[in-house]
Structures are given as C-alpha cells and as structure tokens.
C-alpha cells in the first residue's frame, strides 16, 4: 500500500457462481496470458483536429463530414450564420466556420486507454454482485447479458456492425468478441470479473475516440455510455457548485445541461468526446488558462479496480490514485463510473478569429508564441496551419480562440498580437456570444440542435460523421527560433497537393494551468507555451498508399520539430511514440508505477502504451 493509501474501504465483494455455455459467433482472447485492458478513449480527447469540414473546434477527439483533403475542418468564428459584431480591417476573402480546420479527436480525445471512475459518494456502495460463470470453458456471454442491468452485443447480433464502432474508420475491421453496455458500476464489476475469470481481453469505452484504435480489442468491451447522467448540486449564484457526471457522458450534452444551469466545466471542444477519457488525460479546452484543465477541477471520481472493488478517490480517500487519476491517462488503474467536478458560474464570453495570408505564417507563429505567455489568464488561443484552408485551396494560417469576458477587454488583448505581427490581417472578427452557443460553434455544431450534434449511432437525429484521421503530438516550452517557424511552414504547405490533408495545431496553454505544480497531479507539462497537434486525414474510401503517405507525412514533420519541442500528450496516445512513457509522463512516472503496482500488481489493465508495474530498465 502506498503512503495515504490505495486501501480496501467502500468495497464491493464480487460473488461467483456456476456459469452456463457460451454463445456468439466470435473468437475472444483467452488463457492465463490474456490480460483485460482500461480505453474509456485511450488516445483520445475533446478538441478536435483540423480536417473536419464543420466548425471550429478545440480538442482532439472528433472529427466529421469529410470535405475535401482534411477529413474534419475546423471553422473560424464569424461565419455565414446570422449577423455578428464584426472589427472591420483590410477586405479578404469571405470565410466561413466551416471552412478552418477541425481537430480530429480532440484536446481532447481522448490518448491513452481511459479509466472510467464511479461516483464519488463517500459510502455509497453498489450491492454484491453475482456472476453465472465458471473457471475455463469459452466465455458464456448470455450468462453475462442475463447478470446485467445492460446488454450485450455479440457478432451474431444484427446490431453488432455498429456497436463495435469506434470513431476514427481506421479501426473498423476490429472485431471484439462482445460489447458490454453497462448501466451501473455493479454491471463494471460483474464484467471485470467475468473477464478475469475467463482470461478474456477487456477495454472500456466512453467516447470510442482512441487515436490508436485502443478503445477496441479482439475480447469485451465494456461501454458506459449507459452512465451519462448530469447533476448539478446548485444554481449559478453559488461560486461553489459542484457537478455529478456519469462516466459515459458526451461533451455536448454536458456542456449543455450545465450550461441551462448557469455553470460551466472547461473541457474540449469535440462534441462527442466522452468525459472519462478527457479527464483522465488532462483536459486542454478552450477555457483552460481561465479554468485550467479538466482534471484540475476534479473534486472526487469512482473506479472499478481490477480486483471488483468499488474504490472512492479525492483528496481524502486512495489519494495516490486520485492524484494518478488526474492526467496519467485511461486505461492504467481500472474502469471509472462517475465524477464530481467544480463548475464555475458563466462569464461573459467573446469569441474571436484572425486570418493572415500565408505569406505572413511564420511571422504569425512567431508572434502568437512571443504573445500568448503574457496574455491575461482570460483568454484561450490556439493558431492553425492547415494545408488546404486558403484562397484557392491553398494553405493558410489564423488564430481563432474564446475570452471569457467583455469584446472590448478582448479587442485589447488582441492588440499587441497584431503589432508583433506587422502584417495587416486578412480578416478579424471578434464578438459576442452565450456559453451554450460558443460551445456548439466550438463544436462545429453551430446550426445544429444539441440532439443532431451526435453520430446517428448516438442519437436518432444525429447528424455527425465519423472520420479517418492520424495525429501525434508535442509541447513547446520555449519560443521557436527562425528555422522552427520555416519547418513549421514548409511541412504544411508540403502537403499541398497531395491526396491527404495535413495540418498544425497550436493550442494555447499557460494561465491557470502553469500555476499548479508539475507533481500536483499526473499531468507534467505545466511549463508549456503550447501544445502541438500533427494531423492528418484522408477519406475512407481511398486507396491504402494514400493512408501510407498521410502517415509518412505525420513521421516526418514530426521528426522535424523534435529539436525544438519535447513531451507529448496522452489524450493524443499515438503508436509511434519513442519512450513514449516519458513523453507523457515525465517526471511524474515513477510515482504513476508505483500506483500501477499498488492498485493493479498484476497489471490485469494492459494496453500497448500502459503504464508498467515496474519501471522499465
């Protein structure tokens, strides 16, 4: 046990009992070597890549309707919608939102596999479980769908092809041997234990929004998308609410039923993104150096460990695991259920986006990174290079971001950005907008209703798309000199013309998140002016040596800014990582061991880019 204890209180026994045969058409992974593995969105977050072709967004997990070389676009603020306060400079080309880059996955998505945490009522248990099941054998799954509150899907089942879905179409021809849709944390505990007994692989899914494709596996996933309930404890004139978030909510519809309350999480902007994967990672959102991270505001979560029991974490109760829980990423400790956030009252809000011809790119990149340490802790930026964006489907380069407070008080923090700049934007328009509605547009769901702001898999009116993307990720902590800036530049505009898109994202950090410590929490990069997101995407129907060449691309930009960047992002979990250990965790890995080691010694939560149970050698 470690100091403070990862202890036994608020346990939920597990009760096993003689198990039926098994049905389903479908091969699981079995033996004493199959180890079950954590996603809640392993690699996967809430502001979204660029490529996705409706609005504009900021965090990494989700990416929509494909049009043109980048599969999601994100759209800059002042489109073609209805009329806007808009700060008259030099005349341009019109734009519209969503015509600027998309993330795909979000600052989100989800990156590595997402634990998905209960409840954090101190006491308040789920009863003893009983599960038909016995020792050896193939997995029963109709033993399993008869023990849940839930359901399970298996290949024999006509709705099979869609459940597996995750959300980038790079996955698709993974075939899980069942889906398990949970709707309480005892439904958790009954599937850990059905897996541990059957020596089936086991992941966790909220948002499905993995980068590397690890919120599937050849055995059970357990969704919790059924535990998506929204509770706010008091209204706006409190400055200390306090919001109940099941594991499985979407970003879209938390931000709206907190926003009809008068309150607001910060989080990514990917409209469906599930939360666990996006607080387990860190959080970067588009009010983060307000707010801070998601998981800075993290007060108390549940989790189901790989043991069956049923732990509450905070401050107070297992608070190395809670500690670990705030940016170790999903997928390491055991399967979240439900969280309790600080929400903070809504402020007034400006939204605002400048575009600058591509000549002036690097001098713009140059001047964001000079300008945005100083900028008051009110305002969130981020500036995007996508290779297709401009006049002409050319490149292009703008800022686009959210203020949380008056047009004038952003207007002026815009200001000095402009003169380090020197070149005349092409466009500005800063106005303002509602909580809710920034949010959507955030989304790129700005003429969509909250409903049709989801997968048609998600909602009957949804009206989204999936998409096929790759990315990775880096943080600069440091200003670029001039041959960062022409990397940055030449990389972008190499992609242009090619049969994928690719892009650059630079999401602002600073502000409240730099203020707390390093080893506060799991999430290290607190020093950092911004992350970078790489992203590319192409359509699913092309032909593979498109896909070849998109991830070549990715490789190689890269590549080329690693001297001067360092790290990367968990929620942007990618494959080809070097140490990857490292560059998520830094300083904080051998704590995040040693947590591993206390709750999970027989590292039963196993993933390609898991956090090991030793330090490697």
Known sequence: ???????????????????????????????????????????????????????????GDATYRHRGPLARRRVSHGGAGRKRNVTAVQPAQPFDRRQLFRRAGALAAVAGPAILLGACGAGTQP??????????????????ATALRGSVVVPSDASYGTAKLLFDTRFDALDPAAIAFCQSASDVQRCVDFARRHGVQLTARSGGHSYAGYSSCPGLIIDVTGMSDVTVSSNSSSSNSSAVIGAGARLVDIYSTLGSQGVLLPGGSCPTVGIAGLTLGGGIGVLGRRYGLTCDNLASLDLVTADGRVLTCDAEHNPDLFWASRGGGGGNFGIVTSFTFQVHPIPDIALFTVDWPWAAATDVLGAWLGWLPAAPDELWANCQLDSSGGAGGGPSIKITGVYAGSVADCTAALAPLRAAVGAAPSSQFVGPETY?????????????????CHLPSQNPAGTLDRSTFAAASAYVVDPFPAAALTAVTGAVAGANPTPFGGAMIFDGYGGTIARVPAAASAFVHRDAIAGIQYFTSWGAS?????????????????????????????????????DFLNAYYGANLARLVDVKHAVDPDDVFHFAQSIPTVVPG
């Open 127 to 144: 009863p003893p479980v009983t599960i038909p099941t016995t020792i050896g054998g193939p997995p029963d799954w109709n033993a399993l």
């Open 1 to 59: 046990m470690l100091p403070g204890g990862i202890g036994g209180n608020q346990v939920t026994s597990v009760i096993v009992a003689p198990r039926p045969a098994w049905r389903g058409g479908a091969t699981a992974s079995t033996g004493p070597s199959a180890r079950l593995r954590s996603d809640q969105n392993v690699g996967g977050e809430g502001l979204g890549p660029l490529g996705i072709a409706r609005g504009h967004r900021h965090d």
């Open 542 to 578: 092309a032909p593979s040596s498109v896909a070849e060449a998109a991830l070549a691309w990715l490789a190689s930009t890269s590549e080329a800014l690693a001297p001067y960047t360092t790290g990367a992002y968990v929620n942007y979990i990618d494959p080809a990582q070097p």
């Open 436 to 452: 809710e509605r920034a949010m959507m547009i955030e989304a790129g769901c700005e003429d969509l209703s909250v409903a049709q």
